[in-house]
């Protein structure tokens, strides 16, 4: 079945830097890739997602970028501000519905 | 507009005990989800239902879990006996997109602790 291996698992920046998150899969039929941000104690919610007819997407300081031909997949967050600072989920779906997410990344933005 | 809503928010149990979390997905929202959260994991998938069908249950350890989603709203998932492995989150998520990838609203969800 599809995996999802996210890396790095904990990331710290200072606050205006760029953070970089990355993920791989293992099923080239995936076609749906999305981006939770799930704050302490919070529920995930949805950042960012991107569709694999599509290469790369934005959405002010937020962009995602995708790479059918290695299987992988990236989140960008620029001019990081502490209120970013959460565990970040990267997903990927074959199956309408049926997300397989990764491992998660703890950002750290510090002031 | 009110999110997906879970109860309870915490519980602990001793082991063989039951236990049950109940969900309200958004209104109008007909796919609702259970996923499994470990600690310092991502979400795992337990089971989806399209209204009251669960159309994919392939994750759920049947031996002792179970779900149940009655007409097609409200969803119930219950652990009978528990196990220590069971403690974890216990997220529900509902979507409107029905057969199609989209955003997925999860609630708050429900932490249990098996002692």
């Known amino acids: 079945g599809e995996n999802v291996e996210q890396h790095p698992s904990t990331l710290s920046v200072q606050e205006g830097d760029s953070a970089v998150i990355k993920c791989t899969y293992s099923?080239?039929?995936?076609?749906?890739f999305p981006w939770y941000k799930q704050e302490l104690g919070k529920r995930p919610q949805l950042i960012i997602d991107i569709r694999s007819n599509v290469g790369e997407k934005k959405d002010q300081r937020i962009a995602v970028t995708l790479n059918k031909t290695a299987k992988h997949f990236s989140l960008h967050i620029t001019e990081t501000q502490p209120e970013d600072s959460a565990v970040y989920f990267c997903a990927a779906s074959i199956n309408p519905g049926k997300l397989i997410f990764g491992q998660g990344t703890t950002l750290q933005v510090k002031p | 507009e009110a999110g997906v809503v879970q109860s309870p928010r915490y519980k602990i149990i001793e082991k063989k005990q039951p236990v049950a979390f109940w969900c309200n997905p958004i209104s109008g929202h007909n796919t609702l989800y259970w996923y499994l959260q470990n600690l310092g994991q991502g979400p795992e998938l337990l089971i989806r239902y399209e209204n009251e069908e669960a159309v994919d249950d392939s994750q759920l350890p049947k031996d002792r879990f179970s779900a149940e989603r009655l007409k097609g709203v409200d969803s119930t998932l219950k652990i009978q006996p528990a196990e220590l492995g069971d403690s974890a989150v216990y997220l529900c998520?509902?979507?409107?997109?029905?057969?199609?990838?989209?955003?997925?609203?999860f609630g708050e969800g429900s932490r249990l602790t098996v002692l």
């Open positions: 099923d080239s039929a995936s076609n749906y």
């Open positions: 998520a509902s979507s409107s997109v029905g057969g199609r990838n989209g955003e997925l609203f």
